[in-house]
């Protein structure tokens, strides 16, 4: 066999090499920056003991694409943290002005400790435990309460509580996708409220967290929360869950 021969022998063999890997690698190197969202796998028809020996095989998972039909499903998916810290802004806004919030959010076992600076320069503290809200402002020895539900944290925090979104109507919901938002992979979905109201939420895939939400009314922003910081999980156990009297209502175990 000639020297042309063996060369042209040698190109076709490494051709066959580089197309058989781009093949096995090419689809996850075009889709590694994109985030997405697995779901189980439910068959009635399959026995606990069945699943729990089927956990990890690669067919009881699929990619959801993120539509008005399924973004409701993708969310119920998602989980916040049992035990984290995070910061967050909010922003108001209405002709002619603004204002905003800063906000750190300590939660842990069921415990949660809002700390927010007011456009005043007041500092509010609320500790939210099963039944009750505690609240008061930074330099006051005195505190007061409220009865607390399940929505009395997210309230604290000026945030929407998006797991609401499960209850919507499908034909409200008007926009879906997969979004980063700053350096967060989101779940998107946009909301049309009403004829004037218009509402978006963004949702970690990553920690179950609502990363960003806004509220448009007549075309105007009235209302965005963002955030952005690193979430650390679980909740330093330097964080308070004490009143200003000095009672603990909560100690964070290490």
Known sequence: MDS??????????????????FASFGRSLFLVNIPSVSLAHLDEDTSDTDSSSAQGQDDQFWQVDVTPETVQSIVAS?????????ELTVETYWTGGSHSTSVQFWQDDGWSHTRQVLPSGAVRHDITGDETTYYWYEGSESYRSF????????????IPTY???????TDTIVQTGYERRDVWPCVYLQVQVSDTVVERYWISTDTGLLVSAEREQNGQLVYRMTAYTQVQTPCPTTASFAL???????????
Request: glycine residues 2%.
């Open 4 to 21: 042309k021969n063996r060369l042209a022998i040698a190109i076709a063999i490494t051709c066959l090499i580089v197309v058989a890997m």
């Open 147 to 158: 009865p607390a539900d399940q929505y009395s944290a997210d309230l604290t925090q000026h």
């Open 78 to 86: 998602l989980s916040r943290p049992e035990s984290y810290y995070r």
């Open 244 to 254: 200003p009297d000095g009672t603990e209502l909560h100690t964070v175990q290490s």
């Open 163 to 169: 797991e609401d979104v499960l209850d919507l109507d």
